[in-house]
């Protein structure tokens, strides 16, 4: 059985950090590209960064510079590392793993950036 296990949400005043982490099992991590996906109240989600098999990373817009993705494969893991938080970062935000037609998200862990 197949799982992403998000951790490292919570609330952190704007200008602050957090560090997210994404743990599976049941999937070898190394053949997967590996996301971070955003989802905030009465928004589509979106895709925030990515990270290929091969280790080549793309952000959104909004991110670029204060977030950075990265994974460990040995572990099976995949983290976002989030930077000068701003309010508008609040959202549930989810990992992905995808490889061909196998799609696994995560059931999420909330971000609320706020003073």
């Known amino acids: 059985q197949v799982q992403l296990v998000e951790s490292g949400g919570g609330l952190v005043q704007p200008g602050g950090s957090l560090r997210l982490s994404c743990a599976g099992s049941g999937i070898i991590f190394s053949i997967y590209d590996l996301n971070w996906y955003r989802q905030a109240p009465g928004k589509q989600r979106e895709s925030v960064a990515a990270i290929t098999r091969g280790g080549r990373t793309n952000y959104a817009d909004s991110v670029k510079g204060r977030f950075t993705i990265s994974r460990d494969n040995a572990e099976n893991a995949v983290y976002l590392q989030m930077n000068s938080l701003k309010p508008e970062d609040t959202a549930v935000y989810y990992c992905?793993?995808?490889?061909?037609?196998?799609?696994?998200w995560g059931q999420g862990t909330q971000v609320t950036v706020s003073s």
């Open positions: 992905r793993s995808t490889y061909g037609p196998s799609d696994y």
